[in-house]
């Protein structure tokens, strides 16, 4: 799976959007983009995924860009609750039978200010 | 829907002394996975089941770490004997299948210390 680089820490202001980047140089064709996040003391929670189009749910939003070397992850109106670990991972889907597991980086920790 | 369900929450034992973990995934999820979270890093895959058998072991230290998943359900980690360094919150997750966009879920940990 391909590596991806993540600032360390970034810090934002309660109820303007958080922009976490994520660097994935040398990503495949056949690899996900994922982002999950880890609040203190709890397990990983799953936030979205894409692979080339830009994708938005009830959490957030990925932005991939068109040469899919990069992308953004955007919350658009951070809480408090937002502060935790968040890590972007790159897996290859290879279809039905694939085993494909998450590789952890060590993440960027957010930290939302009141 | 009930979450992955992790026991204990927290253990403290002496090095050389045996200790299990058990986890109990989200009803009718086929994958499950146990990774190991050291302080200040991200979690790593221990081993990975589909249903009660193994398909990743690659980074499980054979030497003193088992695993088991009776039945295709509920799974049991263990570690005999114990070193300093297997000190970690040792995650659980489960997921409906093995593929790679399925989603997986996470237990809250069990937070182990050796010392």
């Known amino acids: 799976d391909a590596k991806t680089t993540q600032p360390p820490s970034m810090d934002c202001a309660e109820g303007r959007a958080a922009n976490l980047p994520c660097n994935h140089s040398?990503?495949?064709?056949?690899?996900?983009v994922y982002w999950y996040r880890q609040i203190h003391s709890q397990g990983p929670q799953y936030i979205i995924h894409g692979l080339k189009n830009n994708e938005t749910n009830e959490m957030a939003s990925l932005i991939i860009t068109e040469d899919r070397k990069s992308s953004t992850l955007i919350l658009p109106h951070a809480t408090l609750r937002d502060t935790a670990v968040y890590y972007c991972i790159v897996r290859v889907d290879a279809g039905g039978t694939s085993y494909g597991k998450l590789t952890f980086g060590q993440g960027t920790i957010l930290t939302v200010h009141p | 829907e009930a979450g992955v369900a992790q026991s204990p929450r927290y253990k403290i034992i002496e090095k050389r002394q045996s200790v299990a973990f058990w986890c109990n995934p989200i009803?009718?999820?086929?994958?499950l996975y146990w990774y190991q979270q050291i302080l200040g890093q991200g979690p790593k895959l221990l081993i990975q089941f589909q249903n009660n058998g193994v398909v990743d072991d690659s980074q499980l230290p054979k030497d003193r770490f088992s695993a088991e998943r009776l039945k295709g359900v509920d799974s049991t980690l263990k570690i005999q004997p114990a070193k300093l360094e297997d000190s970690a919150v040792y995650l659980c997750?489960?997921?409906?299948?093995?593929?790679?966009?399925?989603?997986?879920?996470f237990g809250p940990g069990t937070r182990l210390t050796v010392l």
């Open positions: 009803s009718g999820h086929a994958t």
């Open positions: 997750a489960s997921s409906l299948d093995g593929t790679s966009r399925v989603r997986q879920y």
């Open positions: 040398t990503i495949s064709g056949n690899e996900y």
